[in-house]
Each structure stands twice: as C-alpha cells, then as structure tokens.
C-alpha cells in the first residue's frame, strides 16, 4: 500500500519539464527576433532597409543588442526603492512568460510508447488563468513605475494599470460571448470543437476585434502605447531602468506580444487547427510525430501573422490621447461587447430551443 | 475677407461621417498605404560596398600632379596659395641640386605643401590659378579624422602615384573623369 503512496510518476514530471524549458526557450528566441523583425518591418515600410550587418540580413543583431544591453551600466536611482525597482521587471518578465502554460502548442505527441500532450497544463479553467496572469502583468509596470521615484515613471505608471484595467473589461466581456459558444473555458476543448468546425472568428467577428483591440491595448503597443510615451512622458515607466533591467522590460513586451498573438490564434483561429484539411484523416495517414510538427508549424505562422499585425498597426498609426483612449474603452468597447453579449446569448437561446 | 490668391484651401470644419467617426475604416486605408510601401523601392544604398557617382563637376580632394615621366610639376610659385580665398595652402620652396632632375621638373620645387582640409572649402580656385597644371581637385573627399593635425596634409597625402613606377596606382587616382577625358583626347 505504501509502495502505490510512493510511486510517483518521474516520467511526468520530466516530461512537463523538458516541455517548460523547450517552450520557455521558443518564446524567448521568438521575442529575440520579434525584436528584429520590429525593426526590418519599420524599415521596409518607411522605404529603408532595416539591420543588415550583423549577420546575414542582420539576424545576429538581437544578439549584438542583448549584449550591448548586458554590458551597459546597472543604475539603481539612490531615491528608489531597491527592493521594488529589482522587482518590477522581474514580475514583468514573469507574468508574461507564465500565460504560455495554458497554451496548446499542438496536438499529441508519441515519445518512446508514451503520449505526451504538447501543453504544459491543461487545466479546466484556462481563460481564467491566462486573465490572472494578464492582469498580474500590471503590477510589473505599476511598481516599476512606482519604486523609480520619478514622476514621469509614476504618471506612466499610473496610465499602464488604468489602461490595462480598463481594457481588461472589454476584453472579458467579448470572451464571454466566446465562452458561450464554445461552453468550456479549457483552451484545449476550445481548440477542439475547432478542429472538427469552424473557426470561432466566424461566429464572433465583432468579438474578435474587440478582443484584438484590447489585446494591442494590453500589451501597450502602438496605438494605445500612452504608458511609454516619449514625448510626453519621457520613456515612461522604464526611464530610471538601465541595462539589462530596461532589456527585461522591453523583451517582456515583445513576449506579451508572442503569446496574446497565440491566445488569439487559440481562441478565434482554431488554435493548431490546419485549415482545409481534415485534421484526423492526415494524423492516420502521417502519423501522430509529424502531424504535431504540422500542426505546431501551422500555429507558428498563424501566431506570425498576427505579430506583423501588430507591427504593422504600430507603424501605420499615431498614438492616441488619453482622454481618446478612456473614451474609446469605456464608451465605446464596453458597450459594444456587452450588446455582442447580449446578442451572442439570444441567437444561442434560440437555436437551443 | 477677401483671399489674395486662390491657394487658400478653406478647412473642413464638417462634423464626421459615421464612417469616419468608426475610425476603422481609416485605420485601415492607413494601413494599405504603409503596406504599398513594403513593394516600393528602397532609397537607401550599401554605402562602402556601393556609392553613388559623383557628379562629373565634383570638387574632391586635392592632388599634386606629375608628369609623364613621373616629375613633380609644382614648382613653388604659391599662386595656389595667393589664389585660396580660405588660406588652407602653405609651401617652402627648395632649389633642386645636382641629380635630382628625375624628381622635379623645373629648378624650383616645393620642399613643403600642406593643404589644410579644415579650412579648405574645396572651390577649386587654386587649380584654376596653377600655370603648371600641378594641382587638381580629384573625385574623392578627405576622409574624416581624430585629430586636427591629422586633416593637414602634406606632400605624401597629395602627391600622384608615380606613373612610371607605379602605372595602376596612378591610373586609378587620377579617376574616371581624367580617364574619359584621355580617351577623349
């Protein structure tokens, strides 16, 4: 009796080990060179060429910009709280890293006989989590902002959690409206139900843009990037930031990015769903090993269109005002998600009948 | 008021349309816009490894001429230096001894010719002052330096490769201009 108290299945816990590591890892290269592409992708759409010299085509030079970043020097302002300031981009890296466990990065895999599911936690209350940490991303700015000592910091601060606060509402309603078409808040049903059908983002376009637009907002991109503004406030909440730390910061809105770009693919673009084929067909016909590898690439380019939109937008639109932004998330977005809301459950009362 | 030219454009000040005021239509005209730009060609060139040509009335940097048997054709005269509306042109001049005719054409040379590059403003006044035809400006620009001293250059830095001696070296400094004006000729 005691020895089936004891046994304890090392296999599994290696396996979402090796899993952590290998998807931490991806999403910090693909923040790596979401940083370059940022860059080739301004250049090429203002007429200009972008990195090319580290490197071919420049792909070195994330790695020149992270080493120019470790080697600069570490400020640590005498009027700031130190314990805080360290703090801040450390929670800011953190929370952006730890979405990315609820994610579904493919289907099953085969290692060895054993089937190895390629998500980190499939817990049954996924949206939830990946809302949690979301809003746990605040704090990363907040307290920056707040343990810099600095007005500006504390101003952007102040405007990174109003605006995140504020969009976060939308951004649940309009899942809400998700939530009862699909009837599950486990990504890995949602993205399920959208293998065999359709995808979600025909059910629920007006839903998709509006979680699109708080997405952009949440992840303090262009056009609702009001917490660094420079013009304004100077850098915003990573002025006193120096050296690696200002890196982190940076880096983890470059990972925010990557991973609300897969939880929108997840949730309204059938997540690894390959389009036009029919998903359990092709895994009889390759085998389970390789229809992962697919269906893991397919994601990856779905999340990729969404990154260059994103940069895209960033690069085509001016930033908002604040009072534009306030009234764009609580006069506008609010409403509009609670009448697709209300809309979504009535078709969905009536179909049930 | 009355509009003295018909330039004026009165402003719009309608209220906006319903489209407009949804903003995303705009955005994304905007965004078909910065998406026509990824086709368009890039205006920027691979400096070192591609330049630009220069204009053929370009004024570079100077160089001290030799003849065809690869004398120095400067004899000192400082008509150069009279001529220079800047006064980046000094010169020392020396006799020439016994068995140095191989070096200096006339009697007379220039023992020391610096041209200052901070001062010079590159009009081309003391070319069109030589009588020898011993100074020229060429198709190049001093390239930039440390130091002060180091953009003061002396008669190594300006003199012409010797085209006896070194025949390819002299051929590429007088350039393409003095090229296409031999075949020219």
């Known amino acids: 009796m005691y020895s089936t108290l004891l046994a304890f299945d090392w296999l599994f816990v290696i396996e979402k080990l090796v ?46 910009d992270g080493l120019k970043l470790f080697m600069k020097e570490e400020i640590i302002p005498n009027t700031s709280n130190r314990i805080l300031f360290i703090l801040g981009p450390c929670l800011a890296m953190l929370a952006a890293m730890m979405t990315s466990a609820v994610i579904p990065w493919g289907g099953k895999i085969d ?22 940490v979301v809003s746990m991303g605040v704090f990363g700015i907040m307290i920056g902002g707040w343990a810099s000592n600095n007005k500006f910091s504390l101003m952007a601060a102040l405007r990174g959690a109003s605006q995140a606060i504020s969009y976060e509402l939308p951004m649940g309603l309009s899942l809400i409206a998700l939530l009862m078409l699909t009837g599950s808040l486990k990504l890995s049903v949602i993205v399920g139900q959208q293998l065999d059908g359709v995808w979600n983002v025909v059910y629920q376009p007006l839903g998709f843009l509006i979680f699109l637009i708080c997405a952009f907002a949440e992840c303090n991109r262009t056009p609702f990037d009001l917490p660094e503004a420079e013009n304004e406030l100077n850098f915003g909440y990573h002025q006193e930031y120096s050296s690696m730390k200002l890196g982190f910061f940076l880096f983890a809105e470059y990972i925010n990015m990557f991973i609300s770009s897969a939880i929108m693919a997840t949730l309204f673009f059938g997540g690894y769903d ?23 690439g397919v994601l990856f380019a779905k999340i990729a269109g969404f990154i ?32 697709n809301m209300i809309v979504t459950a009535a078709v969905v009362l009536w179909l049930k009948k | 008021m009355q509009a003295l030219t018909n330039r004026a454009k009165p402003v719009d000040r309608k209220p906006m349309t319903f489209v407009e005021r949804l903003y995303l239509w705009n955005i994304f ?32 940097l100077h160089v001290l001429n030799r003849d065809e048997q690869g004398r120095e054709r400067c004899t000192a005269c400082g ?42 403003i590159f009009c081309g006044l003391c070319e069109e002052a030589c009588p020898k035809d011993a100074i020229y400006l060429s198709e190049t620009f001093a390239p930039a330096n440390y130091q002060r ?37």
């Not at chain 1, 260059?308 to 306030?326: A, C, N």
């Not at chain 2, 910065?34 to 591609?50: D, G, L, R, S, V």
């Not at chain 2, 001529?83 to 220039?110: D, F, H, Q, S, V």
């Open chain 1, 274 to 296: 390959i389009p036009f084929v029919n998903d359990a067909q092709l895994t009889e016909k390759v085998g389970l090993n390789l229809m992962a590898l697919f269906q893991g």
């Open chain 1, 308 to 339: 260059f939109l994103f940069m895209w937008v960033r690069w085509t639109i001016p930033r908002f005002r604040y009072d534009q932004l306030m009234n764009l998330g609580w006069k506008k977005l609010v409403p509009l998600a609670l009448i």
């Open chain 2, 29 to 60: 005209k905007g965004m078909l816009i910065t998406f026509k730009h990824i086709f368009k060609k890039k205006a920027t060139i691979n400096y070192p490894e591609q330049q630009r040509p220069f204009s053929p009335v370009f004024r570079g």
């Open chain 2, 79 to 120: 008509l150069c230096a009279v001529a220079c509306p800047a006064e980046a042109i000094t010169m020392e001049a020396a006799e020439r001894k016994e068995g140095e005719e191989n070096l200096y054409r006339e009697e007379k040379y220039a023992a020391k010719y610096e041209i200052n590059m901070l001062r010079c």
């Open chain 1, 111 to 132: 290692v060895f006989g054993r089937e190895v599911s390629l998500q980190i936690a499939d817990i049954n209350i996924g949206i939830l989590y990946v809302f949690a």
């Open chain 2, 149 to 185: 001293k180091g953009l003061i250059y002396g008669k190594p830095d300006l003199l012409i490769p010797d085209p006896v001696t070194q025949p390819e070296e002299y051929k590429q400094a007088l350039g393409n201009r003095a090229n296409k004006q031999q075949q020219a000729n």
């Open chain 1, 19 to 64: 899993l952590i590591v290998g998807i931490v890892s991806i999403s910090l290269v693909i923040a790596m060179y979401e940083t370059w592409a940022e860059r080739k992708v301004a250049a090429i759409m203002q007429d200009r060429r972008g990195p090319m010299r580290a490197g071919p085509m420049g792909l070195l030079q994330p790695l020149a």
